[in-house]
């Protein structure tokens, strides 16, 4: 079965803590992953693709393939950070299967 | 990456009726994929709409409810057909570029409320 999950619904740091939000897949083969976030009343938007290696806004995620993980951290919670995050793999149809969702709450 | 434009933002239904969601991309792009995100929930796959073709839909949504057009590469429509309180929820429409632009877009979503 195609899944993701999302264990944490809500995650709440301070600003300055280091973040992880923890996502779990289940694919057969070679799984494309990626990280979306959803800030307050604007639209779903990329954050993270993992076949590039990127960072964006200080947040990167790694593919862990031994423990089907694509964890997204950032050593440094800013408050602009709050906002929920979908981790999200590519299904066998070509369409994007989410997870739950976590809500991020950076305090300052 | 891809400009979706989708109307209408939002909307409030009477019961019984039907609201057609339209999805206007800037580029032609081949994969294109209605969602349903219900409050606080996370998004589900609706279908895929192919160009030419009927839509595919997933398990749980069905044609006479959700019936959906994809004319050409850069347009596509929802139905919401025979609407109950049940349906209110934020439907988005999204596209795929597997291309060097390699991502998936999403409209900014429609806020249905049945009444």
């Known amino acids: 079965a195609q899944r993701v999950t999302q264990p944490e619904k809500l995650l709440s740091v301070f600003k300055g803590a280091p973040v992880e939000l923890k996502c779990n897949y289940s694919y057969s083969g070679s799984p494309e992953l990626f990280w979306y976030v959803q800030y307050s009343r604007q639209r779903l938007q990329l954050l993270l693709r993992h076949i590039s290696r990127e960072s964006i806004k200080g947040f990167t995620a790694d593919l862990n393939k031994g423990e089907t993980s694509f964890h997204l951290k950032k050593p440094f919670a800013q408050e602009e950070d709050s906002a929920m995050y979908y981790c999200?793999?590519?299904?066998?149809?070509?369409?994007?299967?989410f997870g739950k969702g976590t809500k991020l709450s950076v305090k300052p | 990456s891809a400009v979706i434009s989708q109307k209408p933002s939002r909307d409030i239904c009477q019961r019984g009726t039907s609201l057609t969601i339209q999805c206007q991309v800037d580029?032609?792009?081949?994969?294109m994929f209605w969602y349903r995100q219900q409050p606080g929930q996370s998004l589900t796959l609706i279908a895929t709409a192919n160009q030419g073709s009927e839509a595919t839909y997933e398990s749980g949504f069905v044609i006479d409810k959700f019936p959906i057009s994809r004319p050409n590469l850069t347009f596509s429509t929802l139905t919401v057909s025979n609407m109950s309180p049940e349906d209110s929820s934020i439907y988005l429409c999204?596209?795929?570029?597997?291309?060097?632009?390699?991502?998936?877009?999403f409209g900014s979503g429609t806020r249905l409320t049945v009444v």
């Open positions: 999204s596209v795929g570029d597997r291309g060097p632009n390699y991502g998936y877009t």
């Open positions: 580029s032609q792009v081949t994969m």
């Open positions: 999200a793999l590519i299904g066998s149809q070509g369409n994007l299967i």
